[in-house]
């Protein structure tokens, strides 16, 4: 496999590994101390599009259906698979274990000394006041999503350019008939 494929599934998972464990560290008492400002939302987003979009157009260049993806990962290093299965099954459980969290509350915000958030209730929609410690969870649930579902992307883009990799190498080294 080509180094630059290499450095760039390397890269996605680092990133999604420090992703999820940011994600995790919410569930630990207190408030992560992110910024109040979108910075750090702005940065992931910077980060994930172009890593997460190169990995799918290397995959699209190999011209390779799932099966066949699937085959290439499964010829990777075992400690490689081993290690991105296990980031990717947190990623999920996080971001499942967080969607299934606070319910229908979301986008927390203090205005006028009142902490209310967003209910998404079907049937019952709009801006709710709700109690201090409702607000903490509500802002540490949706700092946990924030986190875990870019991070899940980058182990996904991980998989797909060593996968995509594992591909060209053996279309490089396969003899023509």
Not at 70 to 95: D, E, H, N, Y
Not at 138 to 154: F, K, N, T, Y
Request: charged residues 15%.
């Amino acid at each position: 496999m080509n180094w630059t494929f290499k450095c760039h599934g390397g890269v996605a998972a680092a990133l999604g590994a420090a992703l999820l464990v940011l994600a995790a560290l919410t569930w630990l008492p207190g408030t992560l101390p992110l910024p109040v400002s979108g910075w750090p939302m702005a940065a992931i987003a910077v980060l994930l599009f172009p890593i997460f979009v190169s990995a799918l157009v290397r995959m699209f260049l190999t011209r390779a259906d799932r099966h066949t993806v699937w085959l290439a990962f499964r010829c990777l290093p075992r400690k490689a698979q081993m290690g991105l299965a296990a980031l990717a099954m947190s990623g999920v459980g996080i971001t499942v274990i967080s969607a299934a969290g606070e319910g229908n509350l979301q986008a927390a915000e203090v205005k006028d000394g009142r902490y209310l958030a967003f209910d998404a209730t079907p049937l019952a929609r709009g801006t709710v006041e709700i109690s201090q410690g409702q607000y903490q969870a509500v802002l540490e649930s949706d700092q946990r999503s924030m986190l875990a579902i870019p991070g899940v992307l980058l182990i996904s883009a991980a998989y797909v350019v060593l996968a995509a990799g594992e591909l060209r190498r053996a279309d490089r080294y396969s003899t023509p008939s």
